[in-house]
């Protein structure tokens, strides 16, 4: 993985790229001999929904670290609870870890591999006395833990013999029991002030088909008994988790050093916010199952495979997530940075191309009938090496409406009547008549061109502030053009008033979807394919687009609204080398 140097960091980070505090402690445990001097880390995902960003920085920190030190990192699936993971999600999240650029090679694990091992540690733990079979409900079980102030109560169960205790576990794995009859809890402190070591329940009776197992199974394990053991028989030596998970390392240590098993350790780091998003899988679900959106992979997703659909290059989320960096303190990232990381990539690899997005007919009156010329443009500006792209030029073209004022302001270098603007690399015009309806609304212009002006220059060098994207109306393909914008309204869509939910807060223009016309070699673009709309913004063709109705979606605006952004938040921002929207946008 490489990574685009940066001159600055998104305030809360405190730390430059590729410096943090789990790399010192790395280097710490190898100057010390610790674990031989061996680095082994996983991804370990619950295939109960697909991934996004925060899912994203896991990925880049824990495979990021194996490369970087030599180390090897696994992929692990936590396939411990049937009623709500499937093969989709398992397929999607191979998938996406695959299209960010890593590879786990032949360490493809799951927690239902180490099934049996579980079973049998936990029979091990009822051997020792460790744990016992609880027969309370679960509301029962809920009251008697108690609080933060109130120390729980033992279970009328909680001395049930070793004897009675291995049998109760045998017949439950035999399926003689109904869901929530017993469950198998360990046995530690009812007093203890972290509540997580309550007599944590390791096992529940769950008579579900498993994506993986079938029906082989209808006792699972929970998942602080199966992540420290899976580790542990992985022998990863950093087991690396978000901040919520910090009170469970007392229990995930207490697991391994009660079974005598291979000291894995456990760090935690903060978790990923971004604004105007969500990135909790529950309300990602919501969106979907409620149809707030169109699926998992609708654009205006943060799910890795929404990124992928909308455009954006999985180098800019490497490079994101080296920058917003890796800390332990909680801080929320703009949206806007992920977007200056995706330009920073599509200036360099998109080529150009000319499209229209609000269609004004131009007739340009001393232009002969039925001729065609034929302009060749760069497809990149800057380096006029890579090649030129075809683009025919006709009687009528058409240019964007918002390119044409006939009040116009003194500011508005654009099309105006009476004033003359560029054509990008064709001719100078000027714009002489305008064709209205019995409404007033413009229907098209008439302008004049001058011949001495081709490619876009003056022999006499008359200079002309405006320059306007166009293409031919005879060649020019129609094209559904999908914008996105921010899901949510506000920053924080957690944050509503009281008897109102995040759903109360999505954007209704997340989505517009205008009829383009477009530059004709565009319509034979693959799926996937990204490309500059000079002026416009980067898009990418939709998986719906056929050569016949091509879909476009726009992957960022050209102009960068990071400059805006960075004016209302942390001074950290303001070294930050923002890309020049002129320049950018190849006008």
């Known amino acids: 993985m490489t990574n685009t140097p940066h001159p600055a960091l998104p305030p809360g980070t405190g730390e430059a790229p590729g410096k943090n505090f789990i790399r010192a402690k790395i280097l710490q445990d190898r100057s010390a001999g610790r674990f031989s001097g061996s680095l082994q880390t996983r991804f370990p995902p619950e295939p109960n929904g697909y991934l996004h960003l925060g899912h994203a920085k896991s990925i880049c920190l824990n495979f990021g670290l194996a490369e970087e030190f030599g180390g090897r990192c696994n992929l692990r699936f936590d396939d411990t609870n049937p009623l709500k993971e499937s093969r989709e999600y398992v397929d999607a999240i191979r998938a996406d870890v695959r299209w960010l650029g890593f590879d786990w090679e032949d360490r493809e694990y799951y927690a239902s591999d180490y099934f049996e091992q579980l079973y049998a540690f936990a029979e091990k733990l009822i051997l020792m006395d460790k744990a016992y079979v609880d027969s309370q409900s679960a509301e029962e079980i809920r009251e008697n833990r108690g609080t933060l102030t109130r120390p729980g109560a033992g279970s009328p169960y909680r001395d049930r013999s070793v004897t009675e205790n291995l049998d109760l576990f045998r017949r439950m794995r035999a399926g003689e029991f109904p869901d929530g009859a017993h469950v198998l809890r360990a046995k530690i402190d009812m007093a203890s002030p972290n509540i997580i070591m309550r007599d944590p329940t390791l096992y529940r009776i769950r008579h579900a088909e498993h994506h993986r197992t079938q029906n082989r199974w209808c006792i699972y394990p929970m ?4 992540h420290c053991i899976s580790d542990a028989l992985e022998k990863v030596t950093h087991s690396l988790c978000t901040l919520e998970f910090v009170n469970n390392r007392e229990l995930y240590n207490w697991t391994l050093e009660t079974l005598n098993l291979f000291r894995s350790e456990q760090t935690e780091f903060a978790r990923l916010s971004i604004s105007r998003t969500v990135l909790s899988k529950r309300k990602l679900i919501q969106l979907v199952n409620e149809g707030h959106v169109s699926g998992w992979d609708d654009p205006r997703m943060p799910t890795l495979s929404g990124l992928r659909r909308r455009g954006i290059p999985p180098e800019a989320i490497r490079n994101f997530c080296a920058r917003i960096g890796i800390s332990r303190a909680d801080n929320v990232v703009e949206y806007g ?32 009938h039925n001729r065609t010329e034929w302009f060749h443009l760069p497809l990149f500006p800057d380096d006029p090496e890579k090649g030129t792209r075809p683009l025919p030029f006709s009687r009528e073209i058409w240019i964007e409406r918002s390119d044409f004022r006939e009040d116009a302001p003194g500011k508005f270098h654009r099309l105006t009547p009476g004033r ?5 690399c064709a001719y100078y015009i000027t714009c002489t008549a305008i064709h209205k309806d019995e409404s007033g609304n413009i ?12 490619g876009g220059g003056s022999p006499d060098n008359r200079k002309v502030k405006g320059t306007l994207h166009w293409v031919s109306a005879a060649h020019a393909v129609p094209a559904a053009i999908r914008l996105y914008d921010d899901l949510f309204l506000q920053d924080d869509p957690e944050t509503v008033p009281e008897g109102k939910t995040f759903l109360d807060v999505i954007n209704p223009d997340s989505l517009r979807t205008v009829t383009a016309r477009m530059d004709p070699s565009l319509a034979a673009l ?9 002026r416009l913004g980067y898009f990418c063709v939709d998986p719906d687009s056929t050569p016949c109705q091509p879909v476009f979606n726009r992957i960022v605006a050209i102009k960068d609204t990071w400059a805006k952004l960075e004016k209302r938040i942390s001074p950290s921002y303001k070294n930050i080398s923002l890309p020049a ?3 950018h946008s190849s006008s």
């Open 223 to 226: 998942y602080d008994f199966t």
């Open 337 to 368: 940075f992920l977007e200056f990381c995706a330009r920073e990539i599509l200036n360099r690899t998109a080529k150009r191309a000319m499209a229209v997005l609000d269609p004004l007919k131009i007739i340009v009156e001393n232009y002969p």
């Open 420 to 424: 003359e603007v560029r054509l990008r």
């Open 443 to 454: 229907l098209s212009l008439v302008c004049s061109y001058d011949p001495r002006t081709r």
């Open 526 to 534: 693959p799926p996937g394919e990204r490309v500059q709309f000079e």
């Open 581 to 583: 929207g002129p320049s």
